[in-house]
């Protein structure tokens, strides 16, 4: 029992020492040394940075004024660049090169858009300034008499759900407010009044500051902290998408280890130098996972350091828990940054294919990841993100299981279907040719569909996820389009996307003479195909929607009939592709995918016809 | 026989050779998706941020007004500041009756205030209450702050009379038609346009590198050097072509933005700049590749690299990313550009003349 689990770790992890050893090597003593040099140079740079003004705003403005004893206080900002003028040419003064002109106390500003934004950028310099110089004063009671202490308190979420442009449920009508049940905790209010009274009630000193210098110590802006204590006028609100920031702090790790990852991927096609790992006894299987462990390790170690610096060190055990949550919340993000790394490396015919492919990969991954996570704590779509479960745990709060398993699961998912469509075409043949990226794609899900398993059903299936991806993806893109013709195109690239993944299975089938090619045949493949996507995304919608709320797990349950016409619709298009190909040849796939598409998408506008034409 | 000469038709033939490469591959068509997808996505930020910022800028994106809860009576000093502003006020007798109206999503925050009067010695002191989401807090806090930044002018305006030798600065603002915020106008031309100029200037850095150690990892260089071209022939097409390839791509993305109502100045001494930025890049990156001729260190030591300079241009008042926002904005004189962009000339002459050390050095260890 025991000697064949051995002998499968064998073979991984022969691969995956002599792996973590080659990497060594390639790290020699001098290039260690220039890595450490630049390294340290960085520290210094930045750290320089951090002492002084970030310079990417100087001399934007010109200011003229009249008033000489204006251009210290007017450039303490660092944006404007003032200039004295006599009263006399002020008036005529060219007000093409000048955005403001200053005469006696009048600010004057031209139509334009910059001296409209150089004006307003003035008022508020002016009131830093009048700040700086009341503080000068040191009498607190005085020059700051208002102080605002700001307390963050917990409430429930209400969530509208937004009516997305992907769901062809035929619910245009929205879902109806339940009427919110006051569930307040008796005690809550008690402790919070008490607190309230208190800090009302006590000498302001214990708080509130008393001199200059506690003054500036609580007006220094903490970029990523929350203001407790301010006054009106140093009153920033809160910084919204912190989880974006957030979001870079753990990503960069990740990018730059799967950078290497890739590359040693890719280093073992560039001279053959795979193929003796390839005639050895091993399965392919096992040549990936031993790969790939290596740079999995690497990169969570340096992912725990990050974690240790947002959170603190682990000295008490709610720490600990967190920062482990934080830990296997982030794992799946790597699984599928390295998943996609991985892939690209085996597509990719040159090294700048491979970059190329690295950046684009990386970016919509990393807009999946921010994207929704912008909206943190607004919208119950924010969750999809797993940056914002970081940011919930950072900010101390807890987690449910469910919320992991929302936001996570198509994270997994994705990456271990990119891993085994990889490891499929992890053979000769697709390792060391030049085959077009498209000829390689169809590899993959030949070998798939070859599989004891492999069915065009459950291929439908598996895309789903990506077709999730994909549509977000479209809806960023699309944003800087006006309104209509922002959705419409939406509608049509997102039925595409569907109708392609959907069909491609079939293609395959046809295109690669793996089944016989009859009408019988043709049909069937289509009402499969059609069947899995439809089961999958309702599977989709009902696993990830089920954390955030009953109500529309029941919406989508007690729908009945109303779920038939998406699986005609859904078997129809891929009929249409499926036939279309039948009666003529692979060749006219796209032009029947066209068809499909347009059909598919004229069912969506039909049913969001309220929301479009209103 | 050692080839150190370099020929311009050679050159222009391992460039175009480079070209019908990335061509082929259809590269430069992902990288222009990819530098779309992160322009949409700033743009979806910059709209986002100013709707926070200034929500009537925007007018389609019109916000709910919020109502908040005041803890007193209807004689409550901060409740005449509050109803005049886009804020609507509900006064509440108690802590727990404003609480509880919160907590059911009838407002966005309370506020409690001390007892203080304005003519008083002591702080006046309020505790504002806001839900812990992101963007609620946000939203309302902005709202909150007009009110009570006027309540404190007010309260200052008192007190500060008190005060030794203290005359406040009163500059009155005669206001043209047009309002804006800075914010939306810095964020174009300070950080969008020249992070959207450099993106291809960074991107022909990492391609560099690629060529370059893709010839020594194929092992093709040494069937190139066979031929009558030197190996100066071979990096300096290369280099040229990337060199080349990143202003066009800016070119790409001033169209898109002029389209999109975004006036840009200078636009040719701004593509100008990029070229010579690509050049320095790229010259770097190619100085990189040789010392190294291993695709995943000259990667990292590039990007180590391009972070430094990232820095180091923060430094500096004409630093590229600077000088694009000021060429583009009309803010500074041609003089002092003509001369800093010389300065930029001269170091990449600099660069690449340190790189035909290198490629010399290189045909020594041959």
New interface residues.
């Given amino acids: 029992m025991i000697a064949p689990i051995l002998n499968l770790m064998a073979g991984w992890s022969t691969i995956a020492k002599w792996e973590f050893f080659r990497s060594k090597q390639?790290?020699d003593k001098k290039?260690l040394m220039?890595?450490v040099i630049?390294?340290s140079?960085?520290i210094a740079?930045?750290f320089?940075?951090a002492q002084?003004n970030?310079?990417?705003?100087?001399?934007?403005?010109?200011v003229a004024v009249t008033d000489p004893y204006l251009i210290p206080?007017i450039e303490t900002d660092q944006r404007f660049?003032c200039i004295t003028v006599n009263r006399s040419t002020a008036q005529n003064l060219n007000i093409?090169?000048i955005d403001l002109v200053?005469i006696d106390?009048?600010?004057?500003?031209?139509?334009?858009?910059?001296?409209?934004?150089?004006?307003?950028?003035?008022?508020?310099t002016?009131k830093k300034?009048?700040e700086t110089?009341?503080l000068s004063?040191n009498?607190?009671?005085?020059?700051?008499?208002?102080?605002?202490?700001?307390?963050?308190?917990?409430?429930?979420?209400?969530f509208h759900l937004m009516e997305n442009e992907q769901d062809k449920t035929g619910t245009e009508q929205s879902i109806p407010e339940k009427p919110?049940t006051?569930n307040?905790n008796q005690n809550?209010?008690?402790t919070?009044?008490q607190e309230?009274?208190e800090?009302?009630n006590k000498e302001?000193s214990n708080i509130?500051p008393v001199n200059k210098e506690q003054v500036q110590q609580i007006s220094k802006n903490n970029l990523l902290q929350k203001q407790t204590v301010s006054?009106?006028?140093n009153?920033a609100?809160?910084?919204?998408?912190?989880?974006v920031m957030y979001s870079f702090l753990f990503l960069f790790p990740i990018y730059?280890v799967s950078?290497?990852y890739s590359?040693?991927i890719?280093?073992e096609r560039?001279?053959r130098k795979c193929e003796l790992v390839l005639v050895a006894p091993l399965r392919s299987v096992d040549i990936v996972v031993g790969k790939t462990l290596p740079y999995i390790l690497a990169c969570m170690m340096i992912l725990s350091i990050v974690t240790v610096y947002s959170k603190g060190l682990p000295t008490s055990m709610e720490v600990i828990k967190s920062s482990l949550l934080i830990l296997a919340i982030l794992f799946p993000i790597v699984l599928l940054f390295f998943a996609v790394s991985f892939f690209c490396a085996i597509l990719s015919?040159?090294?700048?294919?491979?970059?190329?492919?690295m950046?684009?990969i990386s970016?919509?991954v990393s807009?999946y990841l921010?994207?929704p996570a912008?909206?943190?704590?607004?919208h119950a779509i924010s969750l999809i993100s797993p940056m914002t479960l970081i940011v919930n745990l950072i900010e101390g709060d807890t987690i449910k299981a469910g919320e992991y398993l929302f936001s996570t699961f198509t994270f997994y998912l994705v990456a271990i279907s990119v891993f085994g469509f990889g490891t499929f075409i992890f053979r000769e043949e697709d390792l060391f040719t030049q085959k077009p990226i498209t000829e390689k794609m169809l590899d993959c899900i030949e070998m798939y569909l070859l599989h004891p398993y492999g069915s065009v059903f459950i291929l439908s299936i598996i895309l789903i996820p990506y077709v999730y991806m994909a549509q977000l993806?479209l809806i960023?893109?699309?944003?800087?389009l006006p309104?209509p013709y922002s959705i419409l195109i939406m509608i049509f690239l997102s039925a595409m996307v569907e109708e392609l993944v959907k069909s491609i299975g079939i293609f395959t089938l046809i295109k690669r003479k793996m089944v016989s090619t009859t009408l019988r045949n043709a049909a069937l493949f289509a009402i499969l195909a059609g069947a899995g996507f439809f089961i999958g995304e309702k599977l989709l919608i009902i696993i990830t929607l089920a954390p955030i709320g009953a109500s529309v797990f029941g919406l989508v349950m007690s729908m009945g009939t109303l779920l038939l016409i998406p699986l005609i619709i859904h078997i129809t298009c891929a009929m249409i592709v499926s036939c279309g190909m039948y009666y003529t040849s692979t060749r006219w796939y796209l032009p029947f995918l066209g068809l499909a598409t347009l059909l598919h998408g004229l069912y969506n506008i039909y049913l969001l016809r309220g929301i479009i034409f209103d | 026989m050692i080839k150190t000469s370099t020929s311009p038709r050679i050159v222009l033939f391992i460039a175009k050779k480079e070209y019908c490469?990335?061509m082929h591959?259809r590269?430069f068509i992902?990288?222009i998706?990819?530098q779309?997808?992160?322009?949409?996505?700033s743009?979806?930020?910059v709209?986002?941020?100013t709707s926070?910022y200034d929500p009537t800028a925007l007018g389609?994106f019109d916000l709910q007004s919020t109502s908040v809860s005041i803890i007193g009576e209807s004689d409550n000093k901060l409740y005449p500041f509050i109803k005049n502003s886009d804020v609507t006020p509900i006064l509440d007798d108690?802590?727990?009756d404003a609480?509880?109206r919160?907590?059911?999503?009838k407002v966005d925050a309370f506020l409690?205030i001390?007892d203080e009067h304005?003519e008083g010695?002591?702080?006046?002191?309020?505790?504002?209450?806001?839900?812990?989401?992101?963007?609620?807090?946000?939203?309302v806090?902005?709202q909150?702050?007009v009110p009570?930044?006027k309540?404190?002018q007010t309260?200052?305006n008192i007190?500060?009379k008190?005060?030794?030798g203290?005359t406040?600065?009163?500059?009155?603002?005669?206001?043209?038609?047009?309002?804006?915020?800075?914010t939306?106008?810095?964020f174009i031309?300070?950080?969008l346009l020249p992070l959207l100029m450099f993106t291809p200037a960074f991107?022909s850095g990492?391609?560099a590198?690629?060529?370059i150690?893709?010839e020594f990892?194929?092992?093709t260089l040494d069937l190139l050097l066979v031929s009558p071209i030197s190996l100066l022939d071979v990096v300096n097409g290369k280099i040229l072509l990337m060199a080349v390839i990143a202003p066009v791509q800016s070119f790409i993305w001033m169209i898109l933005l002029m389209l999109?109502g975004i006036s840009i100045d200078n636009a040719l001494l701004i593509l100008v700049l990029v070229f010579i930025i690509a050049l320095i890049l790229v010259v770097i990156s190619s100085i990189i590749s040789l010392t190294?001729k291993?695709?995943?260190?000259a990667?990292?030591?590039y990007?180590?690299?391009l972070?430094?300079l990232f820095?180091?241009s923060?430094?500096?008042?004409n630093?590229p990313?600077?000088m694009v926002?000021?060429l583009s904005?009309?803010?500074?004189g041609s003089m002092e550009s003509i001369i800093w962009i010389c300065g930029y000339v001269l170091i990449a002459l600099l660069l690449y003349w340190i790189l035909t050390g290198v490629v010399k050095t290189h045909h020594n260890d041959r």
């Avoid at chain 1, 609100?237 to 989880?243: G, K, R």
């Fill in positions: 390639k790290f290039t220039l890595l630049f390294i140079l960085l740079a930045a320089v940075v002084t970030l310079n990417m705003n100087n001399d934007i403005y010109h206080i660049n093409n090169n200053i106390q009048k600010v004057y500003s031209s139509d334009t858009e910059k001296s409209a934004s150089a004006s307003e950028a003035l008022e508020k002016l300034y009048r110089v009341l004063h009498d607190i009671n005085n020059t700051h008499p208002v102080w605002l202490t700001i307390h963050y308190l917990e409430r429930q979420e209400e919110q006051t307040i809550d209010i008690e919070y009044t309230a009274a800090l009302l302001p509130l006054t009106p006028s009153f609100p809160p910084i919204p998408f912190t989880a730059f950078q290497f590359n040693s890719m280093d560039a001279n015919r040159s090294f700048k294919e491979l970059t190329f492919g950046v684009f970016v919509v807009g921010f994207f912008m909206f943190a704590n607004v993806m960023v893109m699309l944003f800087n309104m | 490469e990335v591959e590269t992902l990288s998706l990819i779309l997808f992160i322009a949409s996505f743009t979806f930020l709209i986002g941020l926070f389609q108690t802590f727990g609480y509880t919160f907590y059911n999503h409690m001390s304005p010695q002591k702080i006046i002191h309020i505790n504002i209450y806001l839900p812990k989401s992101d963007l609620k807090a946000t939203l806090s902005l909150l702050k009570l930044e309540f404190e309260v200052r007190r500060t008190r005060l030794e203290y406040p600065l009163k500059l009155t603002f005669i206001e043209g038609s047009l309002k804006t915020t800075s939306y106008f810095e031309y300070v950080a991107i990492g391609l590198v690629d060529c150690t893709e990892e194929r092992k999109n190294f291993e695709r995943g260190i990667q990292l030591f990007s180590l690299i972070i430094l820095l180091i923060y430094l500096f008042t630093s990313l600077n926002t000021r904005i009309h803010s500074i």
